[in-house]
């Protein structure tokens, strides 16, 4: 993996201050993770069998697919399974639970590069729908092995069919199979906390109601939960006509639940003539519209929101709940706990059942609702870049689950060309860091052609599409894009933008080993970079230094350095990751280095100083000619209406 600057005057290397440390280390449960509650029922015989496969021979890559239709419980199995001490046991190199939008960098890379451990490890990986969710992983590195989830319900395209099964193997498909009568009205008694043998025959047919599916089971048991504390005595009457209600108002028939209520009012003549048939399972929109349509109108809407987030195994946090949600009563989420809508995942996180919120997006009465919690969620995250929010911003992006959501929104801007604008200038570099780029790339390549009149839009989106292609080693054109970036900066008169064009091609040149190009590109961000603006001139001091100390010009660097250091000191004190490199560097300068012209300083028009180190010597690269007669200047103060780089 290169190097990857992530602004303008980022320093060549021992910079991490600023950047979102991933929470999840290679091969742990994400802390987001915990074993679902209440724990399983009715799964033993899975487990166990799954649990055998995987550990019979860790050494050799096992791979698996767990297959079922939705809210049949496939997450919550492999994150028992993640969570299993003889599983861990068997994959000393760790457990990975992820869906194939989260840490996608860092998935491509453990799917494809050598590890000289080589330990046996678990990579689980939830919903797989596309073929392109699982071709990182079709040539996966031998010690790897695969748990993945994927849905019967909709099915898979004839492409993705093919590669599934030439991954994983029809034999080692697993379907997952609604619970058994008796399983289910288990998880029912326990979801509604009705203690046994109460309400048996009750339970049976409303257990039977919901198809012996976990999610409708401990959605509706979150409703008797409730229910039965409003009225003790008439609990399931309640609930048949709550469930006629829910029915009607989704045009669908009613019959099953009249059915059932029949059933449950013969009592104890049922033994007398043979039990009666159950009902049959109703539409899970009829069960989830019950556990929405049932509480207060507020927290209905609090819901409706809440399900534009992305859903489970994706969390988010009370304040983008809140952001999204708007609500008016404080109780609002535990209720929606309380009545397994949400679901904590511990860390003071909520996730949201992906039924859920595929039920309120097609809601045609909710549109309105999701869509207005859509535009909140963009806000919300528009509003992170906020200069007044950098505090905020560091806490909140320290949580992997909170970039697909971000990542989301980047999405939705491809289509929106002002909100594109509006996230160029914020949210891309960032998610560009992440190791975002397939994600980000189309919608860089699309604003090229969308603001081809605007310079400095054409100028920033070059310049990202530089970032990736430096990212991923293709020099060649990362520096057609940093080139291109450069050109539009200077005709927006963008000083600091041209800084950061300059500096990823400073970067570029030094990665290539081109070390006086990369002196040449850096003496320039130099010149251009005003003294008044601290971060960056302390910091271009920096990206100079490092230079000049790989050529073993300790001479000409030591200077670079001690001015650098200084000014990274008053800036951001003397504890500061990038303060504690420069001290490092500087003792371990030799004491004597090659002979140069050490740095000299002259006076610029508007009266301010800036250092330039003399040029190395010989003709400069072609990319280089003329570059400071063409680069623009502006007399007084540059521009400082637009975002400028910031060292983090």
Same mark, same amino acid.
């Given at each position: 993996?290169?190097?990857?600057?992530?602004?303008?005057?980022?320093?060549?290397?021992?910079?991490?201050?600023?950047?979102?440390?991933?929470?999840?280390?290679?091969?742990?449960?994400?802390?987001?993770?915990?074993?679902?509650?209440?724990?399983?029922?009715?799964?033993?015989?899975?487990?166990?069998?799954?649990?055998?496969?995987?550990?019979?021979?860790?050494?050799?890559? #096992?791979?698996? %697919? +767990?297959? @079922?239709?939705?809210?049949?419980?496939? *997450?919550? =199995?492999?994150?028992? &399974?993640?969570?299993?001490?003889?599983?861990?046991?068997?994959?000393?190199?760790?457990?990975?639970?992820?869906?194939?939008?989260?840490?996608?960098?860092?998935?491509?890379?453990?799917?494809?590069?050598?590890?000289?451990?080589?330990?046996?490890?678990?990579?689980?990986?939830?919903?797989?729908?596309?073929?392109?969710?699982?071709?990182?992983?079709?040539?996966?590195?031998?010690?790897?092995?695969?748990?993945?989830?994927?849905?019967?319900?909709?099915?898979?395209?004839?492409?993705?069919?093919?590669?599934?099964?030439?991954?994983?193997?029809?034999?080692?498909?697993?379907?997952?199979?609604?619970?058994?009568?008796?399983?289910?009205?288990?998880?029912?008694?326990?979801?509604?906390?009705?203690?046994?043998?109460?309400?048996?025959?009750?339970?049976? #047919?409303?257990? %039977? +109601?919901? @198809?012996?599916?976990?999610?409708?089971? *401990?959605? =509706?048991?979150?409703? &008797?939960?409730?229910?039965?504390?409003?009225?003790?005595?008439?609990?399931?009457?309640?609930?048949?006509?709550?469930?006629?209600?829910?029915?009607?108002?989704?045009?669908?028939?009613?019959?099953?639940?009249?059915?059932?209520?029949?059933?449950?009012?013969?009592?104890?003549?049922?033994?007398?003539?043979?039990?009666?048939?159950?009902?049959?399972?109703?539409?899970?929109?009829?069960?989830?519209?019950?556990?929405?349509?049932?509480?207060?109108?507020?927290?209905?809407?609090?819901?409706?929101?809440?399900?534009?987030?992305?859903?489970?195994?994706?969390?988010?946090?009370?304040?983008?709940?809140?952001?999204?949600?708007?609500?008016?009563?404080?109780?609002?989420?535990?209720?929606?706990?309380?009545?397994?809508?949400?679901?904590?995942?511990?860390?003071?996180?909520?996730?949201?059942?992906?039924?859920?919120?595929?039920?309120?997006?097609?809601?045609?009465?909710?549109?309105?609702?999701?869509?207005?919690?859509?535009?909140?969620?963009?806000?919300?995250?528009?509003?992170?870049?906020?200069?007044?929010?950098?505090?905020?911003?560091?806490?909140?992006?320290?949580?992997?689950?909170?970039?697909?959501?971000?990542?989301?929104?980047?999405?939705?801007?491809?289509?929106?060309?002002?909100?594109?604008?509006?996230?160029?200038?914020?949210?891309?570099?960032?998610?560009?860091?992440?190791?975002?780029?397939?994600?980000?790339?189309?919608?860089?390549?699309?604003?090229?052609?969308?603001?081809?009149?605007?310079?400095?839009?054409?100028?920033?989106?070059?310049?990202?599409?530089?970032?990736?292609?430096?990212?991923?080693?293709?020099?060649?054109?990362?520096?057609?894009?940093?080139?291109?970036?450069?050109?539009?900066?200077?005709?927006?008169?963008?000083?600091?933008?041209?800084?950061?064009?300059?500096?990823?091609?400073?970067?570029?040149?030094?990665?290539?080993?081109?070390?006086?190009?990369?002196?040449?590109?850096?003496?320039?961000?130099?010149?251009?970079?005003?003294?008044?603006?601290?971060?960056?001139?302390?910091?271009?001091?920096?990206?100079?230094?490092?230079?000049?100390?790989?050529?073993?010009?300790?001479?000409?660097?030591?200077?670079?350095?001690?001015?650098?250091?200084?000014?990274?000191?008053?800036?951001?004190?003397?504890?500061?990751?990038?303060?504690?490199?420069?001290?490092?560097?500087?003792?371990?300068?030799?004491?004597?280095?090659?002979?140069?012209?050490?740095?000299?300083?002259?006076?610029?028009?508007?009266?301010?100083?800036?250092?330039?180190?003399?040029?190395?010597?010989?003709?400069?690269?072609?990319?280089?000619?003329?570059?400071?007669?063409?680069?623009?200047?502006?007399?007084?103060?540059?521009?400082?209406?637009?975002?400028?780089?910031?060292?983090?």
């Amino acid at each position: 993996m290169t190097e990857q600057p992530a602004t303008a005057h980022q320093p060549a290397q021992g910079d991490t201050q600023g950047k979102a440390q991933e929470t999840t280390t290679p091969f742990s449960v994400p802390s987001s993770f915990l074993p679902p509650h209440p724990p399983l029922v009715g799964r033993d015989c899975e487990l166990e069998n799954i649990r055998q496969r995987l550990c019979d021979s860790p050494s050799a890559s #096992v791979r698996l %697919a +767990l297959e @079922g239709v939705a809210g049949v419980g496939k *997450t919550c =199995l492999a994150i028992v &399974l993640a969570y299993d001490p003889q599983v861990r046991d068997c994959f000393p190199g760790g457990v990975l639970v992820a869906n194939p939008g989260q840490h996608a960098a860092f998935i491509s890379r453990v799917a494809r590069e050598p590890d000289p451990r080589s330990e046996p490890c678990l990579l689980i990986m939830d919903d797989i729908r596309s073929v392109e969710d699982i071709q990182p992983f079709l040539n996966a590195r031998p010690h790897i092995s695969l748990l993945l989830t994927c849905r019967q319900c909709a099915p898979l395209p004839q492409a993705t069919r093919r590669d599934l099964d030439h991954l994983i193997g029809p034999e080692n498909l697993f379907p997952i199979e609604p619970l058994s009568d008796t399983h289910a009205t288990d998880l029912l008694r326990q979801s509604a906390g009705i203690p046994a043998p109460d309400g048996q025959e009750e339970l049976e #047919v409303l257990a %039977a +109601l919901a @198809g012996g599916l976990p999610l409708l089971l *401990t959605l =509706l048991g979150g409703y &008797l939960r409730h229910q039965r504390q409003a009225a003790p005595e008439a609990w399931f009457a309640q609930a048949i006509e709550d469930l006629k209600e829910a029915a009607k108002r989704l045009s669908l028939p009613t019959s099953p639940i009249e059915q059932a209520g029949r059933v449950a009012r013969r009592g104890f003549l049922s033994g007398l003539f043979g039990k009666p048939p159950s009902p049959k399972p109703l539409s899970p929109k009829v069960i989830l519209d019950l556990s929405v349509g049932t509480l207060p109108r507020h927290m209905q809407m609090d819901a409706i929101r809440v399900a534009a987030l992305l859903p489970d195994p994706l969390s988010f946090d009370h304040a983008t709940a809140h952001a999204v949600a708007e609500p008016t009563d404080e109780r609002s989420f535990s209720v929606l706990v309380e009545r397994n809508v949400l679901r904590e995942t511990g860390d003071g996180r909520l996730c949201i059942h992906q039924a859920l919120c595929e039920w309120a997006e097609a809601e045609k009465r909710f549109y309105s609702e999701v869509r207005s919690a859509h535009r909140r969620l963009i806000a919300y995250h528009l509003d992170r870049f906020s200069p007044n929010n950098a505090a905020a911003l560091a806490h909140w992006q320290e949580h992997p689950d909170n970039w697909q959501q971000m990542l989301r929104t980047w999405e939705e801007a491809t289509a929106d060309p002002a909100l594109l604008q509006t996230c160029l200038t914020t949210m891309v570099r960032p998610l560009i860091e992440q190791g975002y780029h397939d994600e980000v790339r189309a919608g860089l390549v699309h604003a090229l052609s969308l603001f081809r009149e605007d310079s400095l839009l054409l100028g920033l989106a070059n310049y990202d599409l530089g970032l990736i292609a430096y990212a991923r080693a293709v020099y060649e054109q990362a520096v057609e894009y940093a080139e291109a970036a450069l050109l539009h900066f200077q005709i927006a008169h963008e000083e600091k933008e041209q800084g950061m064009a300059l500096t990823l091609l400073g970067q570029i040149a030094r990665t290539r080993g081109d070390h006086p190009a990369a002196r040449r590109y850096l003496e320039e961000v130099l010149l251009i970079t005003p003294e008044a603006d601290e971060v960056n001139y302390a910091v271009s001091l920096l990206n100079l230094a490092v230079v000049l100390m790989e050529q073993q010009d300790y001479h000409a660097a030591r200077p670079l350095f001690e001015r650098s250091l200084a000014l990274h000191r008053r800036v951001f004190g003397a504890n500061h990751p990038r303060t504690l490199t420069i001290r490092h560097h500087l003792a371990s300068l030799p004491e004597t280095g090659p002979p140069t012209d050490p740095p000299t300083v002259e006076h610029r028009g508007n009266g301010q100083e800036a250092a330039t180190a003399q040029p190395s010597g010989g003709e400069q690269s072609q990319q280089g000619i003329s570059r400071k007669a063409k680069t623009t200047t502006r007399k007084g103060t540059g521009k400082s209406g637009r975002r400028g780089p910031r060292a983090k």
